[in-house]
């Protein structure tokens, strides 16, 4: 079973910075493609990033393209997402999630528990 633990999340101002981390446990974590969605309230859970298993390939949500950035550290366990010049409407709970294959798509099984992420104007 795999265990996926946020961190990273706050409070910070329009225009600022974050990065969130996210701890896997339970899976080979080299042999999948990790990724990153958010929920905004009384939204629909939305996909930010997807990275591939090696890294090599990411994807993005139109939203963030050009001010997020994906990555991870196969030997750490750890997949992370820079967030700069954020927004109000960055505001949500963001989730990392396990992929179902190797590669960056938007195809996941496994979230963690989220981190909230607020920003304010």
């Known amino acids: 079973q795999v265990q996926l633990v946020e961190s990273g999340g706050g409070l910070v101002q329009t225009g600022g910075s974050l990065r969130l981390s996210c701890a896997a446990s339970?899976?080979?974590?080299?042999?999948?493609?990790m990724g990153w969605l958010r929920q905004a309230p009384g939204k629909e859970r939305e996909f930010v990033a997807a990275i591939s298993f090696s890294g090599a390939r990411t994807v993005y949500g139109d939203s963030v393209k050009g001010r997020f950035t994906i990555s991870r550290d196969n030997a750490k366990n750890t997949v992370y997402l820079q967030m700069n010049s954020l927004k109000p409407e960055d505001t949500a709970v963001y989730y990392c999630a396990t992929g179902s294959t190797s590669w960056a798509t938007r195809d996941f099984d496994s979230w963690g528990q989220g981190t909230q992420v607020t920003v304010s104007s």
């Open positions: 339970g899976r080979i974590f080299s042999n999948y493609g």
